[in-house]
């Protein structure tokens, strides 16, 4: 079973806060260049990954969107990132998620990530899902590789004594 961590974010902050921990972890994982984001909508799946995209270099020159109609948004961060939504591609993904990943330098936020077949993901990648309950929201993060179980690794010891404070300390 892949390693993995469950978090309760409380606010809207909480969700930024682990978006900014994500963008100061995911450098150290040159491997890990995939994140599938699943939940309902309204989850966070878009918060997320701005507050990921804001808080890499670069990213104050971003215009963060839903990618909903335009399908892949991509923004000038270093590393660059694209972020797909596959919600209205149930059958396949757009050329330029598979031209991303490809391209060896790319991170890729994919909502709606069931929509990929297994068979054609990346040995390394992150599962995100994001439940909603009332005022809180669940995140489990799970590990598929070895630079993913770095990092969440890194964000379990990380965490707990994170919550209320910017990830400064990492």
Request: proline share 9%; charged share 25%; aromatic share 6%.
């Amino acid at each position: 079973m892949a390693p993995e961590v469950s978090l309760v974010l409380t606010s809207l902050e909480d969700t930024r806060r682990l978006g900014r921990l994500l963008a100061r972890l995911l450098p150290e994982c040159p491997s890990l260049r995939l994140c599938l984001l699943h939940g309902d909508l309204g989850s966070g799946k878009t918060t997320l990954t701005r507050a990921v995209v804001e808080a890499l270099p670069g990213g104050e020159e971003a215009e963060i969107s839903s990618p909903t109609f335009t399908l892949c948004n991509s923004y000038p961060t270093r590393p660059p990132v694209l972020h797909a939504d596959l919600y209205r591609c149930p059958s396949g993904a757009p050329d330029e998620l598979w031209d991303a990943l490809d391209d060896g330098q790319s991170l890729c936020f994919v909502e709606w990530g069931e929509a990929l077949p297994p068979a054609d993901l990346p040995q390394e990648y992150l599962d995100i899902r994001l439940n909603s309950c009332e005022e809180k929201h669940f995140v489990t993060l799970r590990a598929n590789g070895p630079g993913a179980r770095r990092l969440v690794e890194r964000l379990q010891e990380g965490w707990p004594s994170l919550q209320g404070a910017d990830p400064v300390a990492l």
